[in-house]
T-cell receptor, first 106, second 113 residues
Framework: KNEVEQSPQNLTAQEGEFITINCSYSVGISALHWLQQHPGGGIVSLFMLSSGKKKHGRLIATINIQEKHSSLHITASHPRDSAVYICAVDADKLIFGTGTRLQVFP | DGGITQSPKYLFRKEGQNVTLSCEQNLNHDAMYWYRQDPGQGLRLIYYSQIVNDFQKGDIAEGYSVSREKKESFPLTVTSAQKNPTAFYLC????????????FGSGTQLSVL
């Protein structure tokens, strides 16, 4: 079993829908990262969080340390949000999930 | 603007050849990392460096080598000993300070001729 599990693996949505991507982990961590990878391959860091909730524009990330679970929410989704979203946990070293491929259609 | 620059974007390797991937950052970050990404898998750590002139093996270091002679630069050499080098390679850096995000380069796609 992977130490970092993401769900779903693939997600399609209509423009405007509310999106939730989940990340569960089984190790002790100091922080959790949410990353976005566009088709060209480059990765952008969206959030780094160790407790509670962070918001940036239409993106919201939450983490529950006791339950070892984090969610990434996208409100009012748009086709430009189409990308692979990757969860990574900082547990002495970074451990990455396999990503969630999101496609948002107009 | 500060950031990480990887080059080249695409690289082809012949049988028995060593190739070097470049990674440069002007973020003044102490820590730099090399990851390999294969389809359907999470990023896997090849090597990392927390300080100049020091580096550590990651989970899949066999067939790779690195150097860290300057804070800004962390090149990765894919040697002929790496029998399955075709993958997407990503370089990253961080300050390792609390609350600091990771920064990634745009990646290098390595293919075998």
């Amino acid at each position: 079993k992977n130490e970092v599990e993401q769900s779903p693996q693939n997600l399609t949505a209509q423009e405007g829908e509310f999106i939730t991507i989940n990340c569960s982990y089984s190790v002790g961590i100091s922080a959790l990262h949410w990353l976005q990878q566009h088709p060209g391959g480059g990765i952008v860091s969206l959030f780094m969080l160790s407790s509670g909730k962070k918001k940036h524009g239409r993106l919201i990330a939450t983490i529950n340390i006791q339950e070892k679970h984090s969610s990434l929410h996208i409100t009012a989704s748009h086709p430009r949000d189409s990308a692979v979203y990757i969860c990574a946990v900082d547990a002495d070293k970074l451990i990455f999930g396999t990503g969630t491929r999101l496609q948002v259609f107009p | 603007d500060g950031g990480i620059t990887q080059s080249p974007k695409y690289l082809f390797r012949k049988e028995g050849q060593n190739v070097t991937l470049s990674c440069e950052q002007n973020l003044n970050h102490d820590a730099m990392y090399w990851y390999r990404q294969d389809p359907g898998q999470g990023l896997r750590l090849i090597y990392y460096s927390q300080i100049v002139n020091d580096f550590q093996k990651g989970d899949i270091a066999e067939g790779y080598s690195v150097s860290r002679e300057k804070k800004e630069s962390f090149p990765l050499t894919v040697t002929s000993a790496q029998k399955n080098p075709t993958a997407f390679y990503l370089c990253a850096s961080s300050s390792r300070a609390a609350g600091e995000k990771l920064f990634f380069g745009s990646g290098t796609q390595l293919s075998v001729l």
